[in-house]
């Protein structure tokens, strides 16, 4: 429902017509494929099926941590170090699931009221549909994967955990803008960039071979939903953008920077306070070196999904933005389908202790 000017509505109080639009076929690719590709369709079980859990391997990518190799952190004891990574597995968690809640929810929802025209298409509402019931399932594998993760690694408690910085970057932009229909465009714009970098930050744990078999798991299936997302929100952009009119698009442009910007950062704030709870001794030197280099600085490196989106929408000379080159682990590296995700195996089960 959405209140306007006194009066409650729903997105059909105006009516509306299909037609087709700059991508309607490629939308009905992929909401046709979605049965047969979801995680939540498909293999709703499969959480069921991982072996026991082996407490000999770690629950993070120690290649992910950015300070792996510090002195501070080499000195600190093995069980230190494993609770690190243990923080940083649940934190990661925790992290996606405010992702979800914080940003990629309130696009999609922006989308299901009807606020931009073209998000009356019935193929644009049912494709937003199918990921929102993808996005429910998707907090509810991180948030089975917190509670293992507690229960076998007797973790107690949590300390208070500082706002999401994309969220936080966020409601800076939308604190500086006056009309409601400006905000709407941005929180729109960071959706979008989140459901296009996402896959940089689940690529790296679905394919590795060192971490627990259900962890990688759990970041396999939801990145090969979220490939098809990416796919599925460039062309559910493409339709709104193309009926936007010069002022929201003048604001996309602008916000579009501000949200790559923003999902790049490294909240170094959060890697402070697992050292510190993990009891490492100078976790101030530790983030103050990192901070000090431009790569401590960044989370996310790979914006090929994003730059696809801007190039779709033929902004790629108006986005003042510098785009890496993609690595090779990216899901956008390599062969993949946009209506059945990325061709990447499932974990099988691995009995290498890392630790």
């Not at 627990?212 to 979220?226: C, G, Y």
């Not at 698009?249 to 916000?255: D, K, Q, T, W, Y």
């Not at 950062?265 to 490492?280: K, N």
């Not at 730059?307 to 993609?326: N, S």
Request: charged share 25%.
């Amino acid at each position: 429902m959405r209140e306007e000017s006194g009066v409650v509505t729903t997105w059909a109080a105006r009516g509306w017509a299909e037609e087709d639009g700059v991508g309607s076929a490629t939308l009905r690719r992929l909401v046709t494929a979605w049965p047969r590709r979801a995680a939540v369709t498909t293999r709703s079980d499969a959480l069921d099926e991982v072996g026991a859990y082996d407490p000999q391997l770690p629950d993070y990518p120690l290649r992910m941590v950015p300070f792996a190799e510090h002195p501070r952190f080499l000195a600190a004891t093995p069980e230190q170090r494993g609770r690190v990574l243990t923080g940083l597995w649940i934190g990661y968690n925790e992290r996606v699931i405010a992702t979800e809640h914080l940003i990629a929810e309130p696009a999609f929802d922006l989308v299901m009221r009807g606020v931009f025209p073209g998000s009356d298409h019935p193929l644009v509402r049912q494709g937003v549909q199918q990921s929102l019931v993808d996005e429910s399932f998707h907090t509810y594998m991180h948030m089975l994967a917190i509670s293992r993760t507690r229960e076998l690694r007797g973790v107690r408690s949590r300390p208070e955990q500082p706002r999401l910085v994309t969220h936080r970057r966020l409601l800076e932009t939308l604190a500086r803008m006056p009309e409601e229909w400006e905000r709407d465009v941005a929180v729109l714009v960071w959706g979008a960039v989140a459901e296009t970098c996402i896959n940089s930050l689940l690529a790296l744990l679905a394919r590795d071979d060192s971490i627990q078999p259900l962890h990688s798991l759990i970041t396999t299936l939801h990145l090969r939903d979220e490939t098809a997302h990416g796919s599925l929100v460039i062309e559910v952009v493409r339709e709104l953008y193309a009926r936007m009119n010069a002022g929201q698009r003048r604001v996309l442009m602008r916000c579009l920077p501000l949200a790559l910007e923003a999902f790049a950062e490294q909240d170094l704030s959060t890697l402070r306070l697992e050292l510190v709870t993990a009891g490492i001794e100078g976790a101030d030197e530790i983030v103050g070196d990192l901070r000090a280099t431009s790569s401590g600085r960044r989370l996310v490196r790979d914006f090929s999904g994003a730059q696809r989106m801007i190039e779709q929408l033929e902004l790629g000379d108006a986005v003042d933005f510098e785009f890496p080159e993609p690595p090779a682990w990216s899901p956008g590296v390599g062969a993949t389908d946009e209506a059945q995700g990325p061709r990447t195996a499932l974990p099988s089960r691995r009995r290498e202790a890392v630790r």
